[in-house]
């Protein structure tokens, strides 16, 4: 069951990172489950178009996404710039056959470090091809993170 293992990610996923917002979606894109820290910043998960298409896009083909809440296209720039304090940066993980995990932080907040992107990803592909990767214990996941 996608769930049990999405879920189970996204919790350790939160506690090495404390980004702000967390979230994890199947394959086609359903939202499993989702974590925000800053009940300011959005009390209800908002999930744009833009995020929905990084989720596809990391569902497809299995690579790390690193972006942000920004568009690149300077014919979008006057609809698109941002403040810096409204400047969010988007890890987007797979976890293949499952779906993703979503890492959403105002880069005011910091970044997280570009290692432990890394670990989480491998975590990610290790646990997706673990042999019973639904019955992964928090023991177990920690221990494919710390042997990264």
């Given amino acids: 069951m996608a769930e049990g293992l999405l879920t189970r990610l996204l919790r350790f996923a939160l506690s090495e990172t404390r980004v702000d917002r967390i979230y994890a979606f199947d394959t086609v894109g359903t939202l499993i489950e989702h974590v925000i820290l ?28 690193l972006s942000n809440n920004t568009f690149i296209d300077p014919n979008q720039a006057p609809n ?4 810096i304090q409204n400047l969010r940066i988007y890890v987007v993980l797979p976890v293949q056959g499952y779906g993703v995990l979503f890492l959403d932080q105002p880069i005011g907040s910091g970044i997280v470090p570009r290692p432990t992107i890394d670990k989480l990803f491998a975590l990610c592909q290790r646990a ?17 993170y710390s042997g990264t």
Avoid: F, K
Avoid at 40 to 61: C, F, K, W
Avoid at 80 to 83: A, E, G, P, V
Avoid at 131 to 141: E, H, I, K, R
């Fill in 38 to 65: 800053d009940q300011g910043t959005a009390p209800v998960p908002d999930v744009s178009e833009y995020m929905r298409g990084l989720i596809q896009r990391a569902n497809q083909t299995g690579q790390l996404i």
């Fill in 80 to 83: 698109t710039n941002t403040s």
């Fill in 128 to 144: 997706a091809l673990a042999t019973t990767p639904d019955t992964l214990t928090d023991a177990q996941v920690e221990e494919m």
